[in-house]
């Protein structure tokens, strides 16, 4: 049949742009339903509901955060991951336009610690996913334009980090959860908002392997024409 996340086990989390309804083009989004059960990402405050924008991404509707203060955030996200120190998330996303060599970003955050997904300072990743200690530097080169993909797995074999099906990045595992999913924004640190758009996020509660890694990019990249 035909691939989907749910076809793998331990899926806890995903958000499809492509999967919103009651939603027109232009509208701010208020909610973003998680597919696999109940952990939907909200935010009440009008000023800070990204967009709904149709036709962005191969054809495909995405949700658009302004970089200013737009986010969505499930709240309670660590419940999914309660008896386990392993975890696999995956998401699909473009960065600007108007971005530079000094934009500063993060995608999602859920982490233990302040990481983000890019400084400004030397265009590198601080991520603090599934980590007591963020990790610095790492990986060097993050995007300023462009639709791209992230893997972030973890568990007994270290920490790795995946970007457009490229590892740029494996260390030691440093097991750490936040209370909540944020997506488009660390809440915790200034100057961090998403200028940008994302497709797809996926969690699931264990370190998957390579191949079902690959089965998962290989899903996001025929859908969002990555």
Do not use: C
């Amino acid at each position: 049949g035909v691939f989907t996340p749910n076809s793998i086990a331990g899926l806890v989390g995903w958000y499809d742009a492509n999967a919103l309804s009651g939603y027109v083009n232009g509208n701010s989004v208020s909610s973003w339903t998680d597919i696999s059960g109940g952990r939907t990402a909200v935010n009440s405050s009008a000023a800070e509901q990204p967009e709904y924008v149709t036709g962005a991404q191969n054809g495909r509707p995405v949700v658009r955060f302004d970089g200013t203060s737009d986010r969505l955030q499930a709240t309670s996200f660590q419940d999914a991951f309660a008896g386990t120190t392993s975890a696999t998330v995956f998401v699909a996303f473009a960065v600007g336009p108007g971005a530079s060599s000094d934009t500063e970003y993060s995608v999602l955050d859920f982490g233990a610690n302040d990481g983000f997904y890019r400084f400004a300072g030397d265009g590198a990743g601080y991520l603090s996913d599934f980590r007591t200690a963020r990790i610095t530097a790492e990986p060097i080169g993050q995007p300023t334009s462009g639709s791209h993909y992230m893997t972030i797995r973890t568990g007994s074999s270290g920490y790795e980090v995946y970007r457009n099906s490229s590892l740029v990045e494996s260390t030691g595992a440093s097991w750490g959860i936040g209370a909540n999913l944020t997506i488009g924004d660390n809440p915790n640190l200034a100057g961090v908002d998403l200028a940008g758009d994302v497709f797809e996020v996926i969690y699931y509660n264990s370190q998957l392997s390579i191949s079902q890694i690959l089965q998962v990019e290989n899903y996001l990249v025929n859908k969002w024409g990555l």
